[in-house]
């Protein structure tokens, strides 16, 4: 029973491992200077404290808002 707990742990650290990667890789994409959704400039500061940001702070908190709403029940 060791074996098989042990496979799934390393498997575990494996796929977490493999999808930090994949984040910190998606979050190198160059930002927007406007936002993707209305068109409005995107601060500097913003776009220094959040690298790939696309979306203003007003768009960003609906989107946020939105999917806190319909999130789907488990």
Request: proline share 8%; net charge negative.
């Given at each position: 029973?060791?074996?098989?707990?042990?496979q799934a742990q390393?498997?575990?650290?494996?796929?977490?491992?493999?999808?930090?990667?994949h984040a910190r890789r998606a979050?190198?994409?160059?930002?927007?200077?406007?936002?993707?959704?209305?068109?409005?400039?995107?601060?500097?500061?913003?776009?220094?404290?959040?690298?790939?940001?696309?979306?203003?702070?007003?768009?960003?908190?609906?989107?946020?808002?939105?999917?806190?709403?319909?999130?789907?029940?488990?």
């Open positions: 029973m060791g074996d098989t707990m042990d390393l498997y575990e650290l494996e796929e977490r491992e493999r999808q930090i990667r979050h190198l994409a160059p930002g927007r200077l406007t936002c993707e959704d209305c068109d409005t400039p995107i601060p500097e500061a913003r776009r220094i404290a959040i690298p790939g940001v696309t979306l203003c702070v007003h768009c960003q908190n609906l989107l946020e808002l939105k999917n806190r709403h319909y999130r789907r029940p488990a």
